[in-house]
């Protein structure tokens, strides 16, 4: 009998570790269930901005100002008859015209930069006030590789910022 006893006396730990672990188990089961993970379309959502709009805008103006410049240099160099005074004329016009493009991929670079801080903030409380564990981007770049639609928010996600947006405008 008191070896039956010993027996059961090493048994039971194992038995009680078994269990615990079964239950540490289960419980990340549940911790692992309750996340809520979803992603969006990042280049529709930009796309589809009205920010993204606004700054398109902006850059059209930006463009059309360097267009009407560099039109009327043109216009005075066409007009010039002294072959030493068009040779510099071409050459002022070819650096200003590459000083105006360094400049608008500058302002180009800068608005896409801004636009994409004000988006990931607006997905960051999108996130929050809908308690999402995880908002991935999606950008066909192999970053998503599979999602089902059911959890492809872009819809949603761009009527929210748009209406942030215009709530602040």
Do not use: C
Request: glycine fraction near 6%.
């Amino acid at each position: 009998m008191a070896t039956k006893f010993y027996k059961m006396k090493n048994i039971l730990p194992v038995i009680n570790t078994i269990l615990l672990l079964a239950l540490i188990g289960f419980g990340y089961w549940l911790h692992l269930r309750d996340r809520k993970i979803v992603y969006f379309n990042n280049q529709a959502l930009f796309e589809a901005f009205y920010g993204t709009k606004y700054y398109e805008q902006k850059l059209m103006e930006e463009e059309n100002a360097m267009k009407m410049e560099l039109d009327s240099l043109q216009r005075v160099i066409s007009d010039m008859e002294n072959d030493t005074e068009i040779a510099s004329a071409i050459e002022k016009f070819r650096n200003r015209k590459q000083k105006l493009e360094a400049g608008y991929q500058k302002l180009s670079g800068n608005y896409t930069d801004q636009l994409w801080n004000q988006i990931n903030g607006y997905v960051s409380e999108f996130g929050e006030e809908n308690e999402y564990t995880y908002i991935l981007g999606a950008t066909g770049n192999g970053t998503l590789m599979y999602a089902g639609e059911n959890l492809n928010i872009t819809k949603e996600l761009i009527e929210y910022i748009n209406n942030k947006y215009e709530d602040e405008q």
